[in-house]
Every structure is written in C-alpha cells, then in structure tokens.
C-alpha cells in the first residue's frame, strides 16, 4: 500500500531539486527488513544529503510547504534491536545524514574531538591508536556512529556515552544552525576549559531522544589513555548472585576497579559465542603501572574472601566475549565485529538481511544483589510464559545503577518471531510493573511510557517546547514521546 501523499511528494521534488535526483532513493512501500523484525514501516523514499548546508537548505525548504512531510533522521542505521533504521509511523521520510562523515578536528592534548554523524567509533579509534586518548566505545560493531549512539544514550565500557557529549551543532527545522555547549575555539587554536554546561540553561541535553532537531556534528571527549591495565574475571552459580552482585558493587563504590563492570549470563555468553554454564563478571583494573598490579592482588584476595566469585585464569584466543571486552576497555572497537560474526555469521552490512532475528530489552535496575536477582525472576517468568528464554549482560553504570540489557536472539520463522515479540511485549509489562524502567525505547514501544501519571507535567513541557521550535512537524514526532 503506497503512503505517499500530496506533502511527501512535495518534500521529495524539493529534495530532487536541492540534493539531484541521485541523492533520492525512492521505496516501492516498505524500505526492506530489519534484524528485529518489527512490521516494516511504509517508507516513501530516503534523501542523502552530502553536506550541512543541504541539510539546512532541505529543512528551511521544507519548513516553507504549507503542511510538511514529517523525516526520521538516521546516521549508520545501526540501532539494532531496537529497530535499525525504522521510524516510528509509515509515511515517514528517512533523512539520512551518514553520508556526513568527516572527523572535523583532534585534539588529543585538550581531549576531544568533532565528528559528524557517519564518523564510526571504528573510525575515530584508529586515529587515537599510539596516542595518549582513547575513545569511550561500546561492545557495539566498530561501525556504529560515535554521535548517533551518544544522542540515544548507549553505554560505553568507560560510562554512558551521553556524557562523552560535550558539544553538539544542530540544524533547527526552520534550517537555522546553532552550536550549543562547549566548542573548541579554532581560530586562533586556543581553547577554553572543557565545560559542557555554559552559563545559563545547558541546551546540550535537549537534543539527546529527542526530534527537535537535526544533529550535524558533536564534540565528544576523550579519555586519558591508562598507563597500564588489566581484566580480571570471575565465575559463579545462580544461587550466588545475590552475594556475587553485592561484593561487585561494594568493590565499585570503593573505587577499586574502573569502568563498566560487566556480568554475562550463560544466555548472554552463549548467545554471544562463549561457552560458559554461569555467570561471569569482567572487571577492569588501570591507571598507573605501579598500582595496577598492587590493586590486581587486592582484587584477588577480596573476591577469594567473598567465597563466591572464582578468579579465572587469562583466556585463551577463541574466547571471543573476553578478547572483545578487554579490547573495549583499552578504547578498541575492532574485535567487537567479531562478536558480531560469531553471534549472527554476518558482518555489519548484512546483520538486517541474516537469518537470525535479535530484540534488546534495556531497563535500569537499581545495583543491588535484590534487584538484579528480583530482575533474573523476571526473565524466568517470562520463559515460563512464553517459551522463550532472555539472556542479559549487567552493565554497572555507578555504584548505585545497573543498565540491564536483556538480548534475545531467534529464527527468522514467524512462530519464533511472533514468541519472541511476545516476550518482548511481556517484558515491558513486568519490569515497569517493578519500577525498572527502560531508558531507550524501540520504535514498536514509542508509547510505553504515556500512561505513567508522573511524566505527564515533563511530557506536557515537552511538547511545548516541540511546538515551539517545531510547530509544523518537519521533524517527525513520536520516537520518544
């Protein structure tokens, strides 16, 4: 069934005309499959701009029409199982900025770096490698957009990636660019402390989830490389979960490791591609060469008192999971692809057309040793229900918060498919139910959050200001409403 309408038609013959007719890829309906597989949406066509000004031009063209045709920016696509490049309602056309893909300025002395959109976390490693900064990435492919997960808040291995984000340069759907939070000053090559929060109200913020607004570059920060580090990791059963989880916090709020700490399933681990019947907890040791090997020692000795974390030996080179954390943890995203192929036999490109299905589920769950197994229950009565069985990776944010991410991966056959979407739905019910409540959505639970009584006041603000900045609606609504 064709979407297309008066508006969209216009939109696209202004895009033509602005971009040339080889920057509009037109869709005959659906723009094709996703790895989730949500109901694919009805997608008129998806324009590519090559450069800010065509994105500012379009938005001002199309913010001109009497009643415009609502875009759904995109930068790699690469949202995977939360729903890839999908928008939220048919209809929508795709502005895909990934094609603003260069690494505008480095600086490793002053720690940061511009990027645009297309930049990869890939990308903007290599040019850190033998340098004293790395990149905060994620266990995401090396071919993820360092910005795009950053304005959706994914989490690095260093802390969430939002807070990497100390600048951003936006193209306004009236077409107007502004630049908000900390920039370099370039022309004359000095620069201020960085500091994110301005004088004033901090704008850097708005624009993360949100669809006020097209992000054209960020200013990400840059970690200080680690004179020295070292993994340490740990076994233990399911019935020593709740002591497991309450030593590794205790450890976390003590200041003895760093990072993200990581526990992994055996769902998780063999979803993943390792073979591991409990549960195993990553953490990262570093700073400088003279402490790390000290703290290493105290490590040892506090998990050995716990009596319920057993230490690891170093893993061998098929350990892909233990190869792909402790690469991440030094700033090195390349071995994330591996994982990547050994989950999905598919590399970056093809993961969409594969024929495995794959949702996440992300919840924050308070960092206790209750919670996290009160959470485990959860993921038990939904098997229980659905037949289905959820793995989950706890990433500790701080000593107080855990990100949850619950994977589950499945046949492309419909009744697997169907189960899975089930479960997903389930999940959504019983964790809010909880309390534990998710911080990215998929494009299929865009609403989720509507009925909780205590956001209304926050969405009613959001939407005045939507109406404000964005009053006829260039910028598709709904993602995160």
């Known amino acids: 069934m064709s979407v297309t309408s008066t508006t969209t038609t216009s939109l696209i013959d202004i895009a033509t005309t602005l971009l040339g007719p080889e920057r509009v890829f037109h869709h005959q309906g659906a723009q094709g499959p996703n790895v989730s597989l949500f109901p694919s949406r009805q997608v008129p066509a998806t324009l590519r701009p090559s450069s800010v000004d065509d994105v ?139 500091y994110p929060y301005g004088l004033g109200p901090s704008l850097v913020q708005l624009f993360a989830q949100s669809d006020l607004g097209v992000a054209t570059a960020g200013v990400v920060r840059l970690m200080p490389r680690p004179e020295r580090m070292n993994t340490e990791r740990f076994e233990f ?43 195993r907890a990553h953490v990262c040791i570093d700073g400088l060469d003279t402490a790390v090997e000290r703290v290493s020692e105290v490590v040892a000795a506090e998990a050995a008192r716990s009596s319920v974390l057993t230490r690891l030996p170093e893993p061998d080179g098929d ?74 990776t706890v990433n500790a944010l701080d000593g107080d918060v855990v990100d949850f991410v619950v994977s589950m991966k499945y046949p492309r056959r419909t009744a697997e498919a169907e189960d899975a979407h089930r479960a997903l739905d389930r999940l959504y019910e019983l964790f809010g139910t909880a309390g534990y409540r998710p911080y990215r959505l998929d494009v299929d639970h865009a609403g989720w959050n509507d009925g909780a009584p205590h956001t209304e006041n926050a969405r009613c603000l959001s939407r005045r200001i939507k109406d404000l900045i964005d009053p006829n609606f260039v910028l598709a609504p709904g993602r995160y409403r």
């Open 319 to 392: 350990d892909v999971v233990s190869t792909m954390v402790d690469n991440a943890y030094a700033g090195d995203p390349d071995t994330n692809d591996w994982l990547l192929e050994a989950t999905f036999r598919r590399s970056a490109s093809e993961v969409d057309e594969g024929e495995l299905g794959w949702l996440f589920f992300l919840p924050l769950v308070p960092f206790t040793g209750e919670d996290v197994a009160h959470a485990y229950e959860l993921l038990e009565c939904v098997h229980r229900e659905t037949g289905v069985r959820p793995g989950a």
């Open 56 to 194: 500012r031009q379009l938005l001002e063209r199309a913010n001109d029409t009497s009643a415009p045709a609502p875009m759904h920016v995109v930068s790699t696509g690469r949202n995977w199982g939360l729903g890839s490049r999908e928008p939220v309602a048919d209809g929508t056309v795709l502005l895909d900025v990934g094609e603003l893909d260069t690494l505008r300025a480095l600086s490793t002395e002053g720690g940061w770096a511009i990027v645009e959109p297309g930049v990869t976390q890939g990308e903007l490693a290599a040019r850190l490698r033998g340098t004293d900064r790395m990149l905060n990435v994620t266990a995401s492919s090396a071919h993820t957009s360092v910005l795009g997960n950053a304005l959706d808040r994914g989490v690095g291995l260093r802390r969430q990636r939002v807070a990497d984000l100390v600048g951003l340069e936006i193209v306004l759907p009236d077409g107007e660019l502004v630049r908000i939070g900390w920039w370099p000053d370039l022309a004359d090559g000095t620069s201020s402390a960085i």
């Open 237 to 279: 059963d399911r019935q020593d979960l709740l002591a497991a989880v309450d030593e590794l916090r205790r450890w976390v709020r003590q200041g003895l490791v760093n990072g993200v700490v990581k526990i992994y399933d055996a769902t998780a681990n063999q979803l993943y591609g390792a073979a591991s019947a409990g549960y």
